[in-house]
């Protein structure tokens, strides 16, 4: 499985972004997908995860209401919407999919449970 993440740039503060993943392989459908985010000296932190379904989405409190997760599985990719972007949401964004199919479990905030990593993709916002 492979993930690319695509969509990432320099914006200004208040600006809006749309990244992307895409994913290789059949089984896209089957996982619950998440995004994480990494700041330059801070550890990676959970931002938002669909389920497989995309009957649920779930956010991180920093972000909720200003990013929006969806997925296409007949295109087999998960975006991420990102509106009124605050000079702290820079970072490089990865997306990664769940370990195991079909989850409707809790743990989608826990890099662990994730097993595919994409790339990432950078996103600065200026002030």
């Known amino acids: 499985v492979q993930l690319v993440e695509s969509g990432g740039g320099l914006v200004q503060v208040g600006d809006s972004l749309r990244l992307s993943c895409a994913a290789s392989?059949?089984?896209?459908?089957?996982?619950?997908m998440g995004w994480f985010r990494q700041a330059p000296g801070k550890e990676r932190e959970f931002v938002a995860a669909?389920?497989?379904?995309?009957?649920?989405?779930y956010y991180a409190d920093s972000v909720q209401g200003r990013f929006t997760i969806s997925r296409d599985n007949a295109k087999n990719t998960v975006y991420l919407q990102m509106n009124s972007l605050k000079p702290e949401d820079t970072a490089v964004y990865y997306c990664?999919?769940?370990?195991?199919?079909?989850?409707?479990?809790?743990?989608?905030?826990?890099?662990?449970?994730?097993?595919?990593w994409g790339q990432g993709t950078q996103v600065t916002v200026s002030s």
């Open positions: 990664a999919r769940r370990a195991t199919p079909y989850t409707d479990d809790r743990y989608y905030t826990e890099e662990r449970r994730y097993d595919y």
């Open positions: 392989g059949r089984t896209f459908s089957m996982y619950t």
């Open positions: 669909i389920r497989w379904n995309g009957a649920s989405t």
